[in-house]
């Protein structure tokens, strides 16, 4: 979702009322699921595949530059 979608998702939650702001609520919860099931199955595949330790020091690389900035 794009940052622009979930300003506009958010936006149309703080105006609907009730049975759309539950169906609203429903979906995110919903993709929350989805997301987490999917990173749980991406990080099995990646230990599987022994990528997982170089995915490790990619994102540590990653963080330190996000820290220097």
Do not use: H, N, R
């Not at 609520?25 to 997982?52: C, P």
């Amino acid at each position: 979702m794009e940052e622009k979608d979930k300003k506009d998702f958010l936006e149309d939650f703080k105006k609907s009322e009730g049975s759309k702001k539950l169906d609203m609520w429903d979906y995110a919860l919903g993709q929350q699921v989805f997301w987490e099931q999917t990173i749980t199955e991406l990080s099995v595949i990646a230990k599987d595949q022994g990528v997982d330790k170089e995915l490790e020091k990619m994102f540590e690389e990653e963080m330190k530059k996000v820290d220097e900035k």
